[in-house]
């Protein structure tokens, strides 16, 4: 039974392209996340839902809209892919307020060529 | 923003060794999380600190939150391949409720 789940966990598509990764989890969490991983391994995070509500929402250029239909999906989706889009996308989710411990899907690796 | 700094950014022991990376952050924290990250998966978290001063176990792991509130140690003693990844930080500030800013990883590697 994986907790939090992601998919794809591959996606290769080219530039200009819009795409969609799609997160779940079944740990009835609170809180879900969407971070980047980029090529230097750095982790930062991307957007934050409680409950369905955007609470936090980074420096993240318009093309990329998350959308939250309920407290256990948080999808990410992507328009006019660049190629400094390419990176590792994990999803998280949390117990919410003050306990931030995190499980992180497995990643979704995206190359735009 | 918050800033962390974590070191070291890699290294390199022998089986057996005990090692220790440690973050410190430019602000205060309320929480230290400390993660493993394996090749190909996401970041599994190790150990969680709460309180200034605590210091917490997990099998061979062991981290303790400093008395100031901006830095946090990880140890591992006798190191084994399996330990092989990458180490993060991440701190959750006083006022990011839910948001945890991420040091930039330690990479190990453990030669047999």
């Known amino acids: 039974d994986t907790a939090v789940s992601q998919t794809p966990k591959y996606l290769v598509t080219q530039m200009g392209n819009d795409k969609s990764i799609k997160c779940e989890q079944n740990?009835?969490?609170?809180?879900m996340y969407w971070y980047k991983q980029d090529s230097k391994k750095f982790l930062k995070i991307m957007f934050s839902?409680?409950?369905?509500?955007?609470?936090i929402n980074e420096t993240v250029p318009n093309r990329f809209s998350p959308k939250s239909p309920d407290k256990a999906h948080l999808n990410l989706h992507i328009n006019s892919l660049e190629l400094g889009d390419s990176a590792v996308y994990f999803c998280?989710?949390?117990?919410?307020?003050?306990?931030?411990?995190?499980?992180f899907g497995q990643g979704t690796r995206l190359t735009v060529v | 923003g918050q800033q962390l700094n974590q070191s070291p950014q890699s290294m390199f022991i022998q089986e057996g060794e005990d090692v220790s990376m440690n973050c410190t952050s430019s602000?205060?924290?309320?929480?230290w999380l400390w993660y493993k990250q394996d090749p190909g998966e996401g970041p599994v978290l190790l150990i969680a600190?709460?309180?200034?001063?605590e210091l917490t176990s997990n099998g061979r792991l062991t981290a303790q939150f400093g008395i100031t509130r901006k830095d946090s140690f990880l140890n591992i003693s006798a190191s084994i391949p399996s330990d092989v990844g990458i180490y993060f930080c991440?701190?959750?500030?006083?006022?990011?409720?839910?948001?945890?800013?991420f040091g930039d990883g330690t990479t190990l590697t453990v030669k047999p």
């Open positions: 602000s205060i924290f309320n929480t």
């Open positions: 991440a701190g959750q500030g006083v006022a990011n409720a839910g948001k945890s800013t």
């Open positions: 839902y409680n409950n369905k509500e955007l609470i």
């Open positions: 740990l009835g969490h609170d809180t």
């Open positions: 998280a989710s949390s117990q919410g307020g003050a306990n931030s411990e995190a499980f």
């Open positions: 600190l709460y309180k200034a001063g």
